[in-house]
């Protein structure tokens, strides 16, 4: 499990920020270990928001929610830039689904951890064919601490980092419903992939 290094802001010295990102396939748990960090710094009064993709309204508007549905709070935002000014006031900036905001992310996070913000990103770290997915791998880049969370290959067993679409929709932003994807290891994904072009 991911321990932070420090995780408050002490009066007596400067606050001080960082960037974490959490990735990995669909079903590996991101939105919930982005939530359980999240939990912990609300609990400790630290003043916690969270931002979704506006396009992203699978469940509900207003709430990130895992497929647990362990819910919180959250709000849509269309451009990552907005987050600048929403989240300017707060100790913690949490991300969810942060694959799908543009390439101003990477820049967005690094300009909230530098004015002494705490930022943890959740996404997709690769798409329906295996490649690097939107801004993730920019923002991969330039974090202090990256963890890669995997799921169960639905096929064999075996531990899961790629997402395999059933549906037929060659549309890439095709949110994650349960019946569309499954979780599958890097051999059942190849023997998925095999035919299709
Ligand atoms: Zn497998």
Redesign the pocket.
């Not at 290959?153 to 075996?158: A, E, K, P």
């Not at 599958?184 to 994904?189: D, E, G, Q, S, T």
């Given at each position: 499990m991911f321990i932070e290094p420090r995780v408050g802001n002490s009066s007596h010295i400067a606050r001080r920020g960082w960037i974490e990102v959490i990735c990995g396939s669909m079903f590996s748990g991101k939105t919930e270990e982005l939530i359980r960090r999240l939990n912990r710094a609300k609990i400790a009064k630290q003043k916690v928001e969270i931002f979704k993709p506006a396009i992203d309204t699978r469940y509900h508007v207003e709430d990130v929610v895992s497929h647990n549905a362990n819910a919180i709070r959250s709000t849509p935002v269309s451009f990552a830039h907005d987050m600048l000014l929403l989240g300017s006031s707060c100790d913690v900036v949490g991300i969810d689904e942060a694959q799908f905001f543009d390439d101003a992310l990477m820049d967005v996070c690094v300009q909230l951890a530098n004015s002494g913000i705490r930022v943890i990103a959740a996404g997709l770290d690769m798409d329906y064919l295996g490649k690097p997915f939107g801004p993730m791998p920019a923002l991969m880049g330039v974090a202090e601490y990256v963890t890669k969370v995997h799921a169960v290959?639905?096929?064999?067993?075996?531990i899961?980092s790629y997402s395999f679409r059933n549906a037929a929709s060659a549309q890439k932003i095709l949110l994650g419903e349960t019946d569309s994807y499954e979780a599958?290891?890097?051999?059942?994904?190849l023997?998925g992939m095999k035919g299709r072009s």
């Open positions: 290959c639905m096929q064999c067993g075996d899961a599958r290891c890097r051999h059942c994904f023997e």
